[in-house]
């Protein structure tokens, strides 16, 4: 039981990294709207496995290089408050590292995305209508970084446990969309919705969120999954 205990506070702390550096970093915030968009983008593309891939990895690259930039110049702020040559060289690395990953990042979206959104090749844009369970994950991605920016607008409890929106209430929601949508039976649809119900209730007799909290994270990821199926097809 102890295990469990330890590794649900080491999870929450992780999460809480992440959430710092959204709420504090302006580059962070700049990142997370652009991976939503890119995600979106590839609804849209008849992108191979490797260039799914490829934009997964470049994406993680530069927040990952964006919470390690963050990191090192919060250890280098509490060893000196004054100016030192070698504490602004730290920072410059770190800095460099996050230019370099982004840099990676746009020369994959040019060989990525450029001859696909070239006007002459747009009729790829079709070929997404077969790709449902791409639009599910890219859905459920999207909710997830929904949830996460959602969590920065409350210091309530932990970012895994509370916040103003339920993460498990919107990913639930969001999966029993996508099985209506993908199944198109009335009944598989209605027995997802029921256990996506069962979490929610979950949450509010566990006193983690409350009804209202629950309510916002259902809306988004029904709104999210919606959307997306809606557009795409």
Do not use: C, W
């Not at 891939?53 to 250890?75: D, G, R």
């Not at 040019?110 to 001859?115: H, T």
């Not at 969001?174 to 027995?191: C, D, F, K, R, W």
Request: aromatic fraction near 8%.
């Amino acid at each position: 039981m102890e295990k469990n205990t330890n590794l649900i506070k080491t999870f929450n702390y992780a999460i809480d990294g992440i959430i710092y550096t959204l709420k504090s970093q302006r580059n962070m915030k700049i990142h997370y709207a652009i991976a939503i968009l890119v995600l979106f983008l590839t609804l849209f593309l008849n992108l191979s496995r490797i260039e799914i891939i490829a934009v997964f990895f470049s994406i993680s690259l530069v927040i990952l290089s964006e919470m390690f930039n963050t990191a090192i110049e919060k250890t280098v702020d509490l060893v000196t408050t004054e100016y030192s040559p070698l504490a602004k060289i730290a920072k410059d690395v770190a800095a460099g590292a996050v230019l370099i990953s982004a840099l990676n990042s746009i020369m994959v979206a040019y060989l990525v995305f450029f001859d696909r959104l070239n006007p002459s090749t747009l009729s790829l844009l079709i070929k997404i209508k077969n790709q449902d369970v791409h639009v599910t994950i890219i859905g459920i991605i999207i909710t997830l970084l929904f949830v996460v920016a959602g969590k920065t607008l409350s210091p309530k409890g932990s970012h895994v446990q509370g916040g103003v929106v339920s993460g498990h209430a919107a990913l639930s929601f969001a999966l029993a969309t996508s099985i209506g949508y993908i199944s198109e039976n009335a009944l598989v649809a209605t027995l997802s919705f029921m256990l996506a119900l069962l979490v929610a209730q979950s949450r509010i007799e566990g006193r983690i969120h409350t009804l209202r909290e629950v309510i916002y994270g259902g809306i988004l990821g029904i709104l999210v999954i919606t959307l997306l199926f809606k557009v795409v097809f």
